[in-house]
């Protein structure tokens, strides 16, 4: 619950109580703050209960105390509003450009309250499965999108969400952060730790083979028939299941065997900056506002799904560019500014591990789940993004992993980065083939 007069209330029965919070060996709170996290924390404000010590009635103070806390706890709290706008656009037909507008910019706060969430919930349950829960739900928003789409059985569109939060990550956050944290530190070296970079280069590698090797399948198939396509599905599959052991493999060094690599200076911030914090809410109370936040980003995101397209035509706007560009950018905003702070505070390793973190979360998790999860519904999509959308993978890993090569930074890395960003949504925007393809599908579908 909401601390009122500094007690926790239990939602149940009314009573205060002490939250049981799990400590560590001596006897602190063992709560590890993620990039993801620590990032969306920059975006939080405290609320101040003073008026709710009027309200006589303790149900309704606790629940006015929970709404304070979830609701104004961020300063992003006024785009709350677009919520209710998206659901009248919605039911009152206002036309799909508003729909989708709107419905992308209420996704924006309830990503940064979805971390809030995930972060109380992990104060009751320790480091490991506190660990576990903000590592899954660092891109819940991706992934919920990326259901929807399956069910609607637009895959063309799932691919260009998924890759451009991928790219949006990798060139525009990272290079963002390289930029202005060089901009404001022109006469201090940048350094940051280079094992955290290397291990999610060497995994986004790994990921870029699993997406090559259907599309070299394809153009190395002389006469391609109905055949190789299947052999492509069934590669895509266990290329898939390849991608998921390893991201599995990766969250139990991150947060078990090498956790120090992860960990020095997010600890450090935490300690600068929450020193001996406790949870603002209970857990059953986080938990059935977290359930509550899901349910909503579903329906937003089932929104979104659905006027991509008629956006689309009503801008003049390509496909590819929308969830490519415009997706990524609009609904992660939190993330991505928070990342951006902590650069001009100079701490890059908490940059790197949310802009590298969250792109290797989508391209060894997000994306592979989503082949076996379509594999199960009886959906047939593959890893192959396409010859130019593959290329651009590749192009934005290989600059990333060379401008982070030798533990420094400047920022002229963040410039070329961020050019690189730039050259590759111009290409996007100006691309038409993409949405030919789409509309190909589309009629396919229908009949």
Known sequence: MGSVGHENWDMESGDSEQPNIKNDDHGRCPLS????????????KKS???????????????????????????????????????????YRNFG?????????????????????????????TGPTVGGLLNATCGNATELIIAIFALHKKKILVLKFS??????????????????????????????????????????????????????????????????TSHSILWL?????????VAYFAYLFFQLKTHRQIFE???????????????????????????????????????????TLEGASESW??????????????VGNAAEHAGSIIFALK??????????????????????????????????EMDLDFNLLETSSLAISILITAFALQDGTSHYMKGLVLCLAYGAIAACFFFDKHSDKIAITIKNLAEK
Request: hydrophobic share 55%.
């Open 264 to 306: 020095s200076e997010e600890k450090e911030v935490e300690d600068d900056e929450h020193p001996q914090e406790k949870p603002d809410l209970a857990f059953w109370s986080a938990f059935v506002w977290l359930i509550g936040m899901t349910v909503i980003i579903a329906m937003l995101s089932e929104y979104v799904v659905g």
């Open 96 to 124: 799909r450009p508003w729909i989708f507008g709107l419905s992308l910019i209420g996704l924006a706060p309830l990503a940064e309250r979805v971390s809030f969430l995930t972060e109380q919930i992990a104060y009751y």
């Open 346 to 379: 100079n701490k890059l390793d908490i940059s790197l591990g949310v802009a590298m973190g969250s792109a290797t979360q989508i391209s060894m998790f997000v994306v592979p789940l989503c082949v076996i999860v379509a594999w199960t519904m009886g959906i």
């Open 48 to 90: 101040d209960p003073a008026l709710l010590t009027q309200v006589r009635f303790r149900l309704l103070n606790m629940f006015l105390a929970n709404l304070h806390e979830v609701i104004l706890g961020t300063k992003l709290c006024l785009l709350f509003l677009a919520i209710p706008l998206a659901m009248l656009a919605e």
């Open 162 to 227: 998924l890759l451009g939060s991928i790219l949006s990550n990798l060139l525009l956050v990272l290079g963002s952060s390289l930029l202005f944290g060089g901009l404001a530190n022109p006469k201090k070296e940048q350094k940051f730790d280079r094992k955290q970079a290397d291990v999610n280069s060497i995994l986004l590698l790994l990921g870029l083979l699993c997406h090559v090797l259907p599309l070299m399948f394809r153009y190395a198939s002389v006469e391609p028939d109905i055949t």
């Open 33 to 44: 703050r993620n990039a993801h996290s620590l990032s969306a924390s920059l975006l939080r």
């Open 236 to 244: 895509s599959r266990t290329s898939s299941i390849v991608m998921l």
């Open 316 to 329: 003049g706007i390509s496909v590819s560019f929308i969830g490519l560009i415009i997706l990524p950018i």
